[in-house]
């Protein structure tokens, strides 16, 4: 079986590596007001430069930034809209790691004025990794649902947005501009970090949402039409896919659940041609719902787990994807590791070697498989 035309590749990755120590370093120089925001750049560029070449060495087709210029995988995008502040968490989220539960006050966003993107927010560091790459550049941004779940409407400023129609569609628009920019730029594989869907699989979050005021029901057509609106002005040849995540600090994880609840929707009614799906252990449930997968839609089974360094057996990774192409044809799989390994700059309980180890692994079996 040929390696695909288009992303998805059949050996792909979620995006995020993990940060150097020198760039650690140089973001806390920055922050401390030691370094310029010149030289904070220069060595950002320079360890990206680095990780595109150690993904080419690998023998990925797809490469990405790493997430290097970020200190969370969604704020750093978030920010750059007008009228956006942001607020520590007074209730801690829960990650459950092998080694027991951490706590993270997490940072979430207030909407206090009327939306605008002022200036692209990812355009010059997509025009950078393109610079770098003779593969396909891929680019990661957050799913517009993030500036609402974890706060809901209070969030919202009332002013501002009396209705929360009218927020959803503004928030639609200037993420649209995004896009439309990124295509403009020449960005033809575009990918949606979405965490709300997933927890909203988990029966004890969609609890905490019905306590916030809103339905757990109805929230996943709302993002979906969200979504939707975020692509109407992509280019016609860029390739958007959405990764689905439970959670991914420091090798934790917050929700549980397979994809049932949601899995009709997520497959037929967003505007999606690939979704990269965590099934690294049973808290993602089973193969099941990609029955409702439709033709041409690509699914990138993430059974290497990012959260570990344990590199798995080649042939339990095979006989998983057997499992899945007994409800979703061959051809229509793909394979990664299930989240990224830094979704925020403290990163996974791994080393970068390990980290690279486990990307090897998958191109490895991505050949074995589709050849």
Not at 185 to 212: H, I, M
Not at 318 to 340: E, M, N, T, V, Y
Request: aromatic share 8%; glycine share 8%.
């Amino acid at each position: 079986m040929p390696e695909r035309s288009l992303p998805p590749s059949r050996a792909d990755h979620v995006g995020s590596l993990l940060r150097p120590a020198s760039l650690l370093a140089a973001r806390a120089g920055r922050e401390a007001g030691n370094i310029s925001a010149e030289a904070l750049r220069r060595v950002e560029n320079e360890a990206i430069g680095e990780a595109v070449r150690k993904q080419e060495e690998l023998g990925l087709k797809v490469v990405t930034d790493g997430e290097l210029r970020r200190a969370w995988y969604h704020l750093d995008f978030l920010q750059g809209f007008t009228n956006i502040a942001t607020q520590r968490a007074s209730v801690p989220a829960k990650f459950q790691t092998a080694g027991g539960e951490l706590e993270l006050q997490p940072v979430s966003t207030r909407v206090v004025g009327k939306l605008t993107r002022p200036r692209g927010i990812f355009i010059d560091d997509f025009k950078f990794l393109k610079s770098m790459t003779t593969v396909t550049p891929k680019m990661t941004i957050p799913s517009p649902s993030a500036m609402h779940f974890r706060g809901g409407r209070k969030t919202v400023d009332v002013m501002a947005y009396p209705e929360i129609e009218e927020f959803y569609d503004d928030l639609a628009r200037v993420f649209a501009e995004e896009v439309r920019d990124l295509g403009a730029a020449g960005c033809r594989y575009l990918q949606l970090d979405e965490v709300s869907l997933a927890y909203l699989c988990d029966p004890t979050l969609q609890e905490q949402v019905r306590k916030a005021g809103e339905d757990p029901t109805e929230l996943p057509k709302t993002y979906a039409a969200l979504i939707n609106g975020t692509l109407a002005q992509k280019h016609p040849d860029m390739v958007v896919c959405m990764h689905l995540c439970r959670g991914n600090y420091r090798s934790g994880w917050v929700a549980e659940g397979g994809y049932e609840p949601i899995a009709e929707m997520l497959f037929n009614e967003i505007a999606m041609d690939g979704y990269f799906l965590e099934y690294d252990s049973d808290r993602a449930g089973n193969f099941e719902p990609l029955r409702f997968v439709p033709k041409g839609k690509i699914v990138v089974l993430g059974l290497i787990t990012s959260k570990s360094p344990q590199l798995e057996s080649k042939d339990d990774i095979k006989r998983r994807i057997d499992q899945a192409a007994k409800f979703l044809p061959l051809d229509q799989l793909a394979l990664s590791p299930q989240c990224g390994f830094a979704s925020t700059a403290e990163g996974n309980a791994l080393t970068a070697e390990e980290q690279y180890a486990k990307l090897r692994l998958t191109v490895e079996i991505a050949k074995d498989v589709w050849g």
